[in-house]
């Protein structure tokens, strides 16, 4: 069974900054595409960025210039360097990673979430 755990949310002042990390563990094969995802109250999930195993990277505009996505493969951790932290930054954000978990006598990939980790940015 595999299992994402997600750390390093809190609270912060804005301007501030934050460093989020996602550890996947199990009957792991390869990571595909690993991505941060956040939900804000009342408002739909949305995609912050994701990273390939080869680690092109995409960003949501909004926070462009500010965040930064990384990977250790070895580690089978992503990461979420968070600055300039603001007021609408606040959410749950969510680990989301593309596993294989076999290869024979078929490939098994599916899609993993993270439980969340909470982010508070003040003002």
């Known amino acids: 069974q595999v299992q994402l755990v997600e750390s390093g949310g809190g609270l912060v002042q804005a301007g501030g900054s934050l460093r989020l990390s996602c550890t996947a563990s199990?009957?792991?094969?390869?990571?595909?595409?690993m991505g941060w995802y956040r939900q804000a109250p009342g408002k739909q999930r949305e995609l912050v960025a994701s990273i390939t195993e080869g680690g092109s990277t995409n960003y949501a505009d909004s926070v462009k210039a500010r965040f930064a996505i990384s990977r250790d493969n070895a580690k089978n951790t992503v990461y979420l360097q968070m600055n300039n932290l603001k007021p609408e930054d606040t959410a749950v954000y969510y680990c989301n990673a593309g596993i294989v978990t076999a290869v024979i006598p078929r490939r098994i990939a599916d899609n993993y979430w993270g439980q969340g980790t909470r982010v508070t940015v003040s003002s």
């Open positions: 199990g009957i792991i094969f390869s990571i595909n595409a």
